[in-house]
């Protein structure tokens, strides 16, 4: 009798003693996922605040250029420092898009991102001043497609841009822009645009609606045609 009271209370114990183990392990993979969730949006947000002010600079060169615009050097500098910011505010994105798909998308998800949209949107201008500056001939691509719900169409639309991307990489600038994250600059271009459903495209001030595949793209426009 003595024996079988024994072994209960040592059988209790071992499972008290897993079910402790087990509860400690969730915790602990919750609170290391919790934390690395963490690390991921400070590093992302980290690298928006340097892009900022990297951005506040360049305002202030675009003055100082616009004042010595005269200067032979004005064009290859400002599209120098253009792409260079280009290549990182697209490393960003892909951030983003990381957070996106490990569905943490919280309040600061959304900060993040209208931020980012911001950035994308101001360097589309600029890139808009340098072409009627420097009489660039670099094509701008806006791509304009929802957040907030899935859309097989623009899912291929965007791998048929990042194609062109890939290709020319020094003469195709994509801006990609959510319709659906109540930006108003971004209103302001889908109005401007006449921009109606998603995805659509905005190809050197040319709107395009629905999805397009990149060589349509190129056969439409001559610059595109050696991407």
Known sequence: MAEKENSKKLFSNVYFKALVLTAIIFVLGLSLGWYFDWTRSNAVRGELEDLKIQADEARV??????????DPQFCGVYATEMNAQL????ALGLKLESLREANKLDESYYALKQQYVLFNTELWLRSENLKKLCSSTVTTILYFYPENRECESCVAQANELLQL????PESVWLFALPTDLNVTVVEMLVQRFGVAQTPSLVVDGQTFGGMHAATELRERFP?????
């Open 165 to 168: 991307k890939r290709s020319c």
């Open 223 to 227: 610059a595109l045609s050696s991407c």
């Open 87 to 90: 290549q990182r505010i697209g």
């Open 61 to 70: 060169a675009m003055v100082f250029f616009e004042t010595f615009k005269s």
